[in-house]
């Protein structure tokens, strides 16, 4: 696994810069409010891990997959809710999937989490059939609104602090 440190800042103004950001997301997605759209997509990668914190100006649609080989969380880091696959996800819930089928809604001045850990490193980590359990399914985990929000926190500490520390080490952040 990869130790290199990534971070950053994506701004795009239109949805079909999004799409081209989103990868290894395969999706199709579409503003669906009008008015001018514009994005920032914070991020980190580190251990071969991805986190995101995604802010969209304007209401969007999307289909497609998750990414192949990752197992996929995700929540919201407001008060304000979002459509995944036909349910609410609020502060009381996380999203979680492997490769899946998946369509999505958000609100206008959406802000939201997102976590991509690839199966290799769930395996490594929890074991062939632990991680078989983790990736076989596609579920909406209800949870206290403090744990999601501990979520997002973590999300967006972790990030910030790569972006202010550029010269940091992922090994300060292996799973040993």
Not at 17 to 23: F, G, M, S, Y
Not at 150 to 174: C, H, P, W
Request: hydrophobic share 35%.
């Amino acid at each position: 696994m990869s130790q290199q440190v990534q971070s950053g800042r994506i701004d795009v103004h239109d949805i079909d810069e999004l799409n081209l950001a989103v990868a290894p997301w395969q999706l199709d997605m579409r503003q669906i409010s009008p008015g001018t759209f514009h994005a920032q997509l914070d991020f980190a990668q580190f251990n071969g891990i991805l986190l995101t914190r995604e802010r969209w100006s304007q209401r969007v649609s999307a289909s497609g997959t998750s990414p192949v080989g990752y197992l996929a969380l995700a929540g919201p880091c407001t008060e304000r809710s979002f459509k995944w696959c036909c349910e609410e996800i609020d502060s009381q819930t996380v999203i979680h999937g492997f490769g899946a089928d998946t369509d999505f809604q958000t609100p206008v001045s959406s802000d939201h989490w997102v976590i991509l850990v690839p199966e290799e490193l769930l395996i490594s980590k929890f074991g062939e059939k632990s991680a078989a359990n983790m990736l076989g399914k596609r579920n909406v985990v209800s949870c206290q609104s403090r744990q999601s929000q501990r979520l997002a926190t973590l999300v967006k500490y972790t990030i910030g602090e790569f972006q202010a520390n550029r010269d940091s080490r992922a090994d300060r952040l292996t799973f040993d």
